[in-house]
């Protein structure tokens, strides 16, 4: 298992930036792959971005790609989202979570391969 505890969350402005981070703690070895979601009021949890624990492969949802970057602190053992050119569609509670064990990168889309769920730091971006 690991722990996972998430940061950085607070009020914006439309056409701010704002860097979130995912301290990941206990079974690192068995990561396999690192997702941030979030969920906007009223809406199900949906995917933002995901990274290959082993470096290499990075993915984004259509709508913030180009204004997010996930990546990897190794030495600290952090995942952090770099979330430019916030808009208020991007106002929802973000969460990290990992997928464990040798589960093949084409899983990255999958909720129900995640499991370790954050608390969720919540961004509001106001207009």
């Known amino acids: 298992q690991v722990q996972l505890v998430e940061s950085g969350g607070g009020l914006v402005q439309a056409g701010d930036s704002l860097r979130l981070s995912c301290a990941v703690s206990g079974r690192t070895f068995r990561v396999a792959t690192m997702g941030w979601f979030r969920r906007t009021p009223g809406k199900v949890r949906e995917f933002v971005a995901a990274?290959?624990?082993?470096?290499?492969?990075?993915d984004y949802a259509d709508s913030v790609k180009g204004r997010f970057t996930i990546s990897r602190d190794n030495a600290k053992n952090t995942v952090a989202l770099q979330m430019n050119s916030l808009n208020p569609g991007d106002t929802a509670v973000y969460y990290c979570a990992p997928i464990m064990g040798s589960t093949s990168w084409c899983s990255r889309l999958l909720q129900r391969k995640y499991n370790n769920w954050g608390q969720g730091t919540h961004v509001p971006v106001s207009s």
């Open positions: 990274l290959a624990w082993s470096g290499g492969n990075t």
